[in-house]
């Protein structure tokens, strides 16, 4: 069984989706996408209102209720069953989201267990036949396959194989 | 650099030597090393409070503040500068653990950085040169060398390289 090794924020999840809907609640003002391209979507957040934006990151209970990517739960309960599939999270950098996390995905994923999460601060460890993420930073060291998932701080990279939906990887894993 | 895979619990963790001890205070008895050779140090506990042991093992804090493996500290802080260095540890199944042991890590041993710590339910994900593991199950599936780090619980496995302590453990590896 081939292993697949899936990110968990801006892949599965949306935390820049659930910041953005608050922040414009919030203050009433749009992010600006273009300065995302960096490589971090806190950037498209103007530049004084930054800090709070980390702080609520990192605060308890931020990435507890999600909002899940659209098609991602029926794809990846098709892929489960003719896959390995581990969900592989950069989240020791936000302690505070570690159970959560764990939370998260058994609630809106439970067809997973708690033996298919990694939580690591690095993914250059990682081993598998397929890797899916929005990070050239997690994708380098893979030595498997790399396809990097579609999201607005990464439209300039163009070294990876580009995934724009749950429905483009259901076409290639399905 | 070569990357070594570094178990925590066991191995520069002592859940079961804390447990131990408590169980002594509390109860004034002793646990039975010979009944934990099928893989698990809570079956060297009397049948009758091992539900207790791991409701323990499962409440908040337990994994907080527990007692050192000897010389851990002082020859990983020698091996850190000479090889790439990953803590990894089983915990994704005691949810409660997986910040405890983020902060007892840092706290324990400064010179590590929360990027070099992985939290997983499953190790077949792994890959490194070197792997020091107590338990057969996570050494099986990796790719480099392994190592049994000597507990009571394993003394039955005759497969692997046994490293009775973190000197045995300097002495090959510095």
Not at 24 to 48: I, N
Request: proline share 5%; net charge negative; charged share 25%.
């Amino acid at each position: 069984m081939e292993r697949v090794i899936i990110d968990m924020d801006e892949v599965i999840a949306d935390p820049m989706g659930e910041m953005i809907n608050w922040y414009r609640g919030e203050f009433g003002r749009e992010v600006d996408y273009s300065k995302m391209t960096s490589g971090s979507w806190v950037k498209g957040f103007p530049e004084e209102h930054q800090t709070l934006i980390l702080e609520r990151l990192m605060s308890p209970g931020f990435f507890r209720h999600l909002p899940v990517m659209q098609d991602s739960v029926d794809v990846l309960k098709e892929m489960n069953k003719s896959y390995e599939i581990f969900i592989v999270s950069a989240a020791v950098e936000f302690p505070n989201s570690l159970k959560d996390k764990l939370d998260w995905l058994l609630e809106y994923f439970p067809f997973f267990t708690w033996r298919q999460l990694v939580l690591c601060g690095d993914k250059r460890m990682i081993n598998g036949d397929h890797m899916i993420d929005d990070h050239p930073r997690n994708l380098v060291h893979f030595p498997g396959k790399k396809y990097l998932y579609h999201t607005p701080h990464n439209i300039s990279v163009t070294e990876y194989q580009r995934l724009h939906d749950w429905k483009e990887a259901a076409e290639i894993f399905l």
